[in-house]
């Protein structure tokens, strides 16, 4: 049995996402700038559903039932969190990390397979929905948006990829720092990862939702669907359950990438962030989009902001 029931989310930020600082990484960083295109969307569908190779967080997913009760909601408050992480200031990151671990707490239980307890706030678990978030959004810029990130970017990438893991609670010194020890890390954990029936169904629902769900999300999920298996080795595709026909492979990618390169204006990088996800992402991209200079035009460390916005210091000052 599970010790919640509920749905793990935070609720939207009272706060415009930029007011008192750049946050983490800042204007011209590969982090802003990858985590922004539209190219997002594709690897956030592909990220959700690798998360379901971590057999606890299939069980802690399943358990809590967000993605069957509130597809749209579940994926919306799952994104705009990633996107709080890479460009909203200090205060605003801070805030959303520690409400959701207070709510991760709660979302405890058994996994059936191994009989063993688990918790959404488990290191490895948190590293795992790290490591795949970070790898799959720059993947999917890569190959459907304006490619490769110079040497010097992508290093920086990597390193701002160690740093944003500072709000979870896995160890900064697990994350990998390069493509190569992304490599590596997925070989290291690949033994623990495993499909089951809970798992697959997940899966098959991120990637392909109902229509009682709602027909924008139906069509938005099927037509996204093939470019995120595009991307996924075939060890993947199989064990998930999901590998397509090889004539998709090569008729997808020419086809995203020309759709892709059409989302110039805002507004239309707006409409793809409200209609594709949700409305809470729309509103933090439209406040990227427009945020003037913050009161403190500088980066900052998580300890840093923690120091100054965590419930510690609220709680002491």
């Not at 954990?189 to 924008?216: D, I, N």
Request: proline share 7%; hydrophobic share 40%.
């Amino acid at each position: 049995m599970t010790a919640t029931t509920s749905r793990p989310q935070f609720d939207a930020p009272a706060r415009t996402i930029r007011e008192v600082d750049y946050g983490f990484f800042g204007p011209g960083s590969p982090t802003w700038k990858v985590w922004t295109a539209p190219t997002a969307l594709i690897g956030f569908q592909r990220a959700v559903t690798l998360e379901h190779f971590d057999p606890d967080l299939t069980a802690a997913v399943a358990d809590v039932g967000g993605i069957y009760s509130d597809p749209r909601g579940r994926l919306d408050h799952t994104f705009a969190y990633f996107l709080i992480a890479a460009v909203a200031d200090s205060r605003m990151a801070i805030e959303a990390s520690e409400h959701l671990m207070r709510v991760h707490a709660k979302a405890t239980g058994i996994e059936p397979i191994s009989g063993n307890r688990y918790s959404a706030n488990n290191p490895d678990s948190q590293l795992w929905i790290h490591v795949t978030g970070w790898h799959s959004v720059l993947k999917c810029y890569e190959m459907y948006g304006p490619g490769p990130l110079s040497a010097a970017e992508e290093r920086r990438y990597w390193a701002e990829c160690v740093i944003a893991a500072e709000l979870q609670t896995c160890k900064p010194s697990d994350v990998p720092t390069s493509r190569a020890e992304v490599r590596d890390y997925f070989a290291q954990v690949r033994p623990r990862l495993c499909s089951s029936e809970r798992a697959r169904q997940g899966m098959h629902y991120l990637l392909f939702t109902p229509s009682e769900k709602g027909m924008k999300l139906w069509a938005g999920s099927r037509l996204v669907a093939p470019a995120a298996i595009a991307t996924l080795p075939e060890w993947m595709r199989v064990t998930g359950g999901f590998d397509q026909a090889a004539v998709l492979d090569a008729a997808y990618p020419p086809a995203v990438r020309a759709a892709m390169s059409a989302l110039k204006s805002d507004r239309l990088k707006l409409a793809v962030a409200r209609h594709g996800i949700g409305q809470m992402t729309g509103r933090l991209l439209a406040e990227h989009m427009r945020a003037g200079v913050p009161v403190n035009p500088v980066t900052v460390t998580p300890q840093q902001a923690k120091a100054l916005y965590g419930r510690k210091s609220s709680s002491s000052a």
